[in-house]
């Protein structure tokens, strides 16, 4: 493989041909592949027979021959449990189907960051990662199969529906059972399959140095190094929360970057995830948030299972909304040479993201984007040169270098930032409310395990409340505050790239004084029953009054949202199941 600087060892040809077999099986009806894959509980794609199988079939069905025929794939996973094993399936059923070379990092191991820079870097029809995200990992936990296509994002909503149609009419999969690869043994494998001409290809790669090649062209490395180990030298603590983000935050920000190597912890991937859900956030990176109130450190930050998320602290434990910290790298990418050479060209957030990026966009004078909930949804702006930076409220953040969500790439984002402005996580923060106003955010409410059918019922008539003609001109009185609606709908979304639609993406109520409810069912799949989620937003342009408690500004906005929705008459949850 010359288009990826890495020397390979060469394995030797197999002697004898491996046969490829054909396993008759019957279809599951529950594998349409939600917002970021396929999500279950572990058991199900263990302990199923061919549960696995059926999914990886339908994933390679759904690529048309023509193009599948001795064409590149990328493969890696996050290294929970099942991973392996499920990797090896993977390998078998890829060489069955007619995939001609398979890149797959080293013991298994690529973020999902990594795995879309390699796709576009050796312009592979697409790869499979294997993560459930932040969910939890272990026996017990969850597994997920992601398909990124060609330009190295998640599926568009075209190729999930041609996964699900393989999957509801399968009735058979092809592999070779006797295929054998050591995951842990660097280079280039090639075996001789029964039934083809070419030999079929087996790359196991170094799963940091391609994406930190990537890296080196977009920052300026000297600069954070000095920041790291120069006479004023910023602490900093990373937590990579026993997932694949180990060996890059090592490598990276170590090795490269100079951080002593007591600034990690947690580097030591393990299929459980170390016990704890893999989730960067205020309480599942509690021994981060002490360790930084401790006041040791001026610089924090944890990453989720694959490495597309991340949530930034600073000195004393101050913590950075996503929404803000999406905001507040937009209103700073003169600090990143990327940036400097290419040209800010748009902005993109999600609908439930915090407006905050969208008063950014304003000062600048860029385009900015509003779209659903969905990675996939960036993909065709960022292609047609129309978006630079987007984002999402739950803590993911990206630019137009890949097209995946990339955690490590924003802590270097936030370094940069630090290093040019020489001001701490806080100061920077505070300064950019004084300029633009603070947006109080919250992801307020996850309701969990929700019977689908009461979650069906209750955003249906949710929505005929809002959308009542007489519903714009209401006010609601909590307290002192009086709220007037301005306007309400279910979120509807036009590619302005393709022309395609996305109807239903959430319910939105927007006051008069910028405040919103969002409400929306989470399409992550992997727990039982659906998940409800609410948030809200109110905006302060006033610095005198940008130091309130998040949640007792946000407080009447819950009261409105519980009122209207009569969530928990109607689900029986007495409370939400998670508050970030």
């Known amino acids: 493989m010359t288009s990826v600087d890495i020397n ?25 592949p939600g917002t ?11 302990g199923k027979k061919n549960y696995l199988q059926n999914y990886i079939q339908s994933v390679l069905s759904s690529i048309d021959l023509r193009d599948r025929q001795g064409c590149t794939m990328v493969v890696g996973s996050d290294g929970r449990y099942f991973s392996r094993a499920a990797t090896e399936i993977i390998v078998q059923m890829a060489a069955a189907n007619g995939i001609g070379r398979l890149v797959i990092g080293h013991n298994g191991l690529l973020s999902t960051p990594a795995v879309s820079c390699i796709i576009r870097k050796i312009k592979a029809i697409g790869g499979i990662i ?13 597994f997920g199969v992601k398909f990124n296509v060609a330009n190295g994002g998640p599926s568009p909503d075209t190729v999930m529906e041609k996964i699900a149609q393989v999957s509801r009419t399968l009735e058979e999969y092809a592999i070779c059972p006797d295929l054998r690869i050591d995951l842990g043994r660097l280079g280039r494998h090639d075996f001789d399959l029964e039934n083809k001409f070419k030999p079929f290809r087996v790359e196991i790669v ?39 983000m180990g060996p890059y935050v090592r490598r990276i920000l170590c090795d490269e970057l100079g951080a002593p190597a007591n600034s990690a912890v947690n580097c030591v991937p393990m299929e459980d995830f170390g016990g704890r859900p893999p989730e960067p956030n205020l309480t599942y990176a509690a021994s981060l948030v002490n360790a930084m109130k401790g006041g040791d450190f001026g610089f924090g930050a944890a990453f989720d299972a694959d490495g597309d998320r991340y949530m930034i602290l600073g000195e004393n434990g101050f913590f950075v909304n996503p929404s803000d910290s999406l905001a507040i790298m937009a209103a700073n990418l003169s600090c990143i040479p990327y940036f400097r050479q290419m040209g800010v060209k748009g902005f993109a957030r999600s609908m439930a993201t915090s407006t905050a990026i969208d008063r950014v ?35 993911g953040t990206s630019s137009n270098h890949i097209r995946e969500k990339d955690g490590l790439w924003s802590v270097l984002v936030w370094l940069s930032i630090m290093a040019a402005r020489k001001q701490g996580v806080e100061m920077i923060v505070k300064d950019h409310w004084a300029k633009l106003g603070r947006n109080y955010f919250c992801r307020l409410f996850d309701y969990d395990g929700v019977d689908p059918r009461v979650a069906f019922y209750l955003m249906r008539d949710l929505e005929a409340v809002i959308t009542d003609k007489a519903f714009p001109s209401q ?62 937003e109110s905006y302060e342009k006033d610095p005198e009054r940008q130091n309130r408690e998040t949640q007792a500004v946000l407080g009447p906005l819950i009261a409105i949202a519980l009122k209207i929705s009569d969530i928990h008459e109607r689900t029986g949850h007495r409370g939400p199941s998670v508050i970030t």
């Open 130 to 142: 294997l993560t459930a995200s932040h969910n939890p990992g272990g026996p017990g936990g969850d």
């Open 206 to 244: 170094d799963s940091v140095e391609v994406y930190l090649n990537l890296l080196r062209t977009i920052f300026d490395f000297s600069s954070i190094k000095s920041l790291l180990t120069g006479p004023e030298q910023l602490k900093i603590r990373i937590d990579a929360m026993n997932g694949v």
């Open 36 to 46: 970021n894959g396929l999500r279950r509980k572990t058991a199900v794609f263990e």
């Open 361 to 395: 966009a304003k000062a600048l004078k860029v385009a900015l984007y509003e779209t659903p909930t969905g990675w996939r949804f960036f993909g065709n702006l960022m292609d047609s040169g129309r978006c630079s930076v987007c984002g999402e409220e739950s803590f």
């Open 475 to 536: 006010k609601f009185a909590v307290g002192s505050n009086v709220y007037c609606v301005e306007r309400a709908d279910n979120f509807e979304y036009i590619d302005p790239v393709d022309g395609t639609v996305a109807r239903n993406q959430g319910l939105r109520i927007v006051f008069t004084d910028a405040s919103r409810l969002v409400f929306r069912l989470s399409g992550s799949g992997g727990r039982a029953g659906a998940t409800v989620r609410i948030y809200a």
């Open 8 to 32: 390979w060892q060469n394995g030797s040809m197999e002697t004898n041909p491996i046969p490829v077999v054909t396993v008759q099986t019957s279809p599951f009806d529950d594998q349409r």
